[in-house]
């Protein structure tokens, strides 16, 4: 292989310890989900599952945890999650959720008087999962517990009592109510209810799904409230994911289908929708549209307080002020902090990171960092991996490449278009063919290798284990001139992406997705007791008009469209993962990997993943799968080429 010049460096090997690095850091949760809350002076609350709570004294302030659990036992395995996030004031409020109390009962929020800085446990009385809780600034919250109903306070938590439920056996997990103590609750299983003098009578309202206000074509679903609101002369609710709203004197359910949340406040200051299509909608009293914040931020998160929309994003707060202008902030803690190196890998028992140029070593879990030498390089725009236990690759987006050896104490540079070029200019060796498979307690790997011998690649007939009784094939050889075409056409086949015509889509397949679609409808409409088809769609009030007429706009689906669809055909994420790949390896020992990683593989294998010496490309070109058809027609299993048209039909709709 022809490399571009070696540049040479000498350098200390220091083992000192490196030195204290402050700036101000981000904080980080090592929860998930959770809560915002916004007080009425707009100071800020965050918390996690696992039960981190975070303050700060303004959208522009920085961030402080005073978590009501050890920071050592923060865990789901604590028996403490945190869903439920209220604050009264500055100082008081409480963190509910499912909260283990003593005598192994479920029966305590943690409660706090100084803003987080201390907690104390109090037990509200009853045993169960805390789903909901909301509050006024004036002292009065209610909190909905699973199987116990409704539990309420009018002196700041301190003491609550049982309010009437309006169904005991119904689990109700959204609730809201306003400053005249007007509620309304929804249930998991289809019951809406509200209350207009703080529970003592409550009123059955008829559901969206009561109403038929929308086909429940996703029937694997239960019909759960997902949202409950109420805004000054309407209701609002979330139903199986749909956003529905109502005048009160006269329930007549509207679906809104360009919404899929909405937030408002007790005191009514305002009333937000999320588009789904991205953005945040604010809406008049009348429920119509005023002002449209274009602001793409993948998140429901978010808290309406004094007429303003608070929304966290993945590493920041933003604010939609009320003359529609944007602030933002991101989350600081509240002091300068040590940076830490960035982990990139590891070798020989250690970990390596790095700080701006230099390169640090950690010995045994959260052990020491220590300084092992400066790059003689930026890396700040670099991508660093270990290559293997000797090679440090730092790769940019400029096509550059350093590999940088340990042993030696030498760089080497190169670009990825000469590394692929050169590679595919070398005499490869040998194939390997390759299923394989990988979960928490299984790994295994069946190979067939093939050698070049004599002008041909011959199948290697000493494999070891079960690999040729599991990767049985017929094909004893393969034909040299049709790798060479393979390998020297690469660079080209990286490069084009798939048109709907490489799927090779017949009328009879486009005919027969039609024809399925309508079994599925069938099934959805009750008409039949089994989905006869093999086409089904997770989602409700399904247009089948327009999905079949969608069959026909595949034909002319534009590329680029098609391949972000290609990209992202398994939606499915298990603790399992399987690959088929094949490898050419050439006289140097060099590996170009092309593989396909799934739990369930689609008729394509896409994407396909290209690996050389530490540089990766993502293809969904076909020639790929003709080269491996070729050459050994039994290895892809998967022929099944409808799963992926029903799969492009739904991503269109």
């Known amino acids: 292989m022809k490399l571009l010049p070696t540049l040479v460096f000498f350098i200390f090997n220091s083992l000192n310890s490196y030195s204290q690095n402050l700036d101000k850091a981000m904080l980080k949760f090592a929860g998930y989900g959770g809560k915002l809350c916004v007080k009425k002076n707009e100071q800020l609350v965050i918390g996690t599952r696992v039960g981190e709570v975070a303050f700060a004294d303004s959208l522009n302030g920085n961030w402080e945890m005073f978590s009501p659990i050890d920071k050592n036992k923060i865990s789901p395995l604590s028996g403490n999650l945190i869903y439920n996030v209220n604050f009264f004031n500055n100082d008081t409020g409480f963190v509910s959720g499912f909260i283990l109390g003593d005598n192994d009962k479920y029966n305590v929020i943690f409660h ?78 289809n019951i809406i209810a509200v209350t207009k003098n703080n529970c003592e009578t409550w009123t059955l309202l008829p559901t969206p799904l009561d109403q038929k206000k ?33 005048k009160k004197d006269s329930i007549n359910w509207i679906w809104m289908p360009a919404y899929d949340n909405f937030y408002t406040d007790p005191e009514n200051s305002a009333l937000y929708f999320k588009k789904n299509k991205g953005g945040f909608e604010k809406v008049n009293e009348e429920i119509q549209p005023v002002y449209l914040f274009t602001i793409d931020i993948n998140s429901s998160l978010a808290v309406c307080k004094n007429g303003s929309l608070f929304v966290k994003s993945e590493n920041g707060i933003l604010q939609f002020k009320t003359d529609y202008t944007v602030i933002s902030n991101n989350i600081f803690t509240n002091q300068k902090t040590e940076i830490k190196p ?103 790997v069946d190979k067939l290798v093939y050698k070049y011998e004599g002008g041909t690649f011959n199948l290697d007939p000493n494999l070891e284990g079960k690999s040729r009784k599991e990767q049985s094939s017929n094909i ?53 007791k089994n989905n006869e088809s093999t086409f089904d769609f997770d989602k409700n009030n399904i247009d089948f008009n327009r999905l079949i007429s969608l069959v026909d706009s595949v034909k002319t689906i534009d590329n680029y469209l098609l391949n972000s669809y290609l990209s992202q055909l398994s939606d499915m994420w298990s603790t399992t993962t399987n690959w088929t790949a094949i490898s050419f390896i050439n006289g140097n020992g060099e590996v170009m990997r092309i593989q396909a990683s799934y739990y369930e593989s689609n008729a394509f294998y896409f994407p396909w993943q290209l690996s050389l010496k530490g540089i990766n490309y993502t293809s969904n070109n076909i020639e790929i799968n003709r080269f491996i058809n070729t050459a050994n027609p039994d290895f892809l299993e998967n022929k099944n080429k409808m799963p992926v048209l029903y799969r492009i039909v739904k991503n269109l709709y």
């Open 476 to 528: 004893e050889e393969i034909n040299k001139s049709l790798v060479d075409i393979f390998i020297k056409n690469i660079a080209v086949i990286l490069q084009k992406k798939a048109g709907i015509e490489d799927l090779g889509f017949a009328e009879s397949d486009y005919k027969k997705c039609k024809k399925d679609i309508l079994k599925f409808k069938l099934f959805v409409e009750g008409k039949t």
């Open 342 to 444: 960035i982990i990139f890998g590891y070798s020989r028992n250690v970990t390596l990171g790095y700080i701006k140029n230099g390169i640090y070593s950690q010995k045994g879990y959260d052990g020491d960092w220590n300084f092992e030498f400066e790059m003689p390089f930026s890396i700040d725009s670099a991508f660093l991996c270990m290559l293997d236990s000797n090679t440090i690759l730092s790769s940019f987006n400029n096509d550059s490449l350093f590999y940088y050896n340990l042993d030696t104490k030498r760089i080497t540079r190169n670009t990825k278009k000469s590394i692929l070029k050169a590679f595919c200019e070398s005499s490869i060796n040998q194939i390997v063919f390759e299923n394989g498979s990988q979960g928490c307690f299984h790994h295994s």
């Open 112 to 189: 706090t008087e100084n803003n987080g800085r201390t907690w104390k446990r109090l037990n509200f009385g009853q045993d169960g999962w805390v789903d909901d809780a909301t509050n006024l600034d004036n002292g009065e919250a209610w909190m909905s517990v699973s199987g116990s109903g409704i539990v309420y306070t009018k002196d700041y938590g301190f003491t609550w009592k049982a309010l009437k439920s309006a169904e005991k056996k119904q689990r109700f997990t959204t609730i809201f109510f306003n400053t005249t103590k007007e509620g309304i609750i929804g249930s998991l299983w």
């Open 214 to 246: 929308y086909a429940k074509t996703y029937r694997e679903n239960r019909p759960a409230i997902n949202a409950v609101a109420s805004y000054k002369n309407y209701y609002l609710v979330s139903q199986d994911g749909l956003v529905f709203y109502t």
